[in-house]
C-alpha cells in the first residue's frame, strides 16, 4: 500500500523530526540529509514535486551555542533557535546543491495560516517555487512564536502546509518505524500497525508513550496530524527517516510504516 501510494502521488510533503535529524552527537546529520536530496531529485525527475517540512532549528543552534543547552528563558530559546536556522538552512542547502537544486525557507506561523491574505500568499510562494524548480523548506519560525501564535508541533504543520498546497501524500519521518500498539522504546514486544483506517479506534486501542528530550510532538501530534491531512482526503505515511535510503526503501516496499488511509 505504501508503495502504490508513493507511486500513485504527484506532490508529496516530507516532514522531518528533530530526532530523525540529529546524528548521535546531537548535530544536524549531513549525511542524511545528503542522502535525502538524492532519493529526492529521484522523484523530481520522475515527475513529482516535493516540499520538505522540517523540525531542527534548536538541535541546529546547540551545535554551535551549546553554552545555552541548560537555558530555559523563552528569549534564550528563540536566540537559539534564531542561530540554529541559519545553520539547519545553510545544511539543506548543502544537501541538495550538490544535485543542482536549490532550497527556499519559508517560516511561519499560526497566524500565517488564519489570515486569508497570508494563506493567499503562502499558497502562490509554493506553487512558484516547485514550479521553478526549488525545493521549499518549511519550518515554525520559533523566533517570533508566542503561545498565542505558536502552531505547536511540525506535525500539525506539515498537515496544515499539506492542505494549503493541495499535496496527494503526506509522509511524516520520525525515529520509529511507524505506529505500534505500544511504545516500543518501552515495550519490546510491541507490534507494528502497518495500516489505519479509524484513527478514532486506534486512540482507544493503543498505548500512548512520552515525547522525547529533542521533540516536541509524540505520537499523539502524528496522529493529529495524520487525521487532519485525511479530513481533507490527503494520506499519510508514517515511517522511521533514518533507515538507509528510506524514500526508495518505502517504495519498493523494502521498508514498514504506517499508512492512514480514509
Known amino acids: 500500500m505504501i508503495s502504490q501510494l508513493i507511486e500513485n502521488a504527484r506532490k508529496i510533503i516530507f516532514k522531518f523530526g528533530s530526532n530523525t535529524l540529529a546524528g548521535n552527537d546531537g548535530r544536524i546529520n549531513s549525511a542524511l540529509l545528503s542522502e535525502f536530496a538524492g532519493q529526492a531529485v529521484e522523484l523530481i525527475k520522475k515527475g ?33 533557535c534564531a542561530v540554529g536556522q541559519v545553520e539547519l538552512m545553510d545544511a539543506w542547502s548543502n544537501a541538495f546543491e550538490q544535485y543542482g537544486f536549490r ?42 512564536s508566542v503561545e498565542e501564535i505558536k502552531i505547536g508541533d511540525n506535525d500539525t504543520l506539515a498537515a496544515r502546509s499539506a492542505i494549503l498546497w493541495s499535496a496527494d501524500l503526506l509522509i511524516l519521518f520520525s525515529d520509529i518505524d511507524g505506529l505500534y500498539d505500544k511504545n516500543p522504546k518501552e515495550f519490546p514486544q510491541a507490534a507494528l500497525v502497518e495500516e489505519v483506517r ?65
Open 48 to 80: 513529482k514535486q516535493i516540499v520538505i517540512v522540517s523540525s531542527g532549528a534548536q538541535v541546529a543552534g546547540l551545535s554551535k551555542m551549546d553554552k545555552w543547552a541548560r537555558k530555559q528563558d523563552i528569549h534564550y530559546r528563540q536566540a537559539l
Open 103 to 144: 532550497i527556499a525557507q519559508i517560516p511561519l506561523t499560526r497566524e500565517d495560516f488564519n489570515d486569508p491574505n497570508r494563506t493567499l500568499n503562502m499558497r502562490n510562494t509554493l506553487f512558484t517555487l516547485v514550479d521553478e524548480g526549488v525545493i521549499p523548506i518549511i519550518n515554525e519560525n520559533d523566533t517570533v
Open 198 to 262: 479509524s484513527i478514532e479506534e486506534v486512540r482507544k486501542n493503543i498505548m500512548i508513550g512520552k515525547t522525547n528530550s529533542f521533540g516536541t510532538g509524540g505520537i499523539t501530534t502524528k496522529l493529529d496530524a495524520a487525521e487532519l491531512a485525511l479530513s481533507y482526503g490527503i494520506a499519510a505515511i508514517l515511517a522511521h527517516g533514518g533507515r538507509p535510503r528510506c524514500v526508495e526503501a518505502l517504495a519498493s516496499g523494502a521498508q514498514k510504516g504506517t499508512v492512514f488511509l480514509v
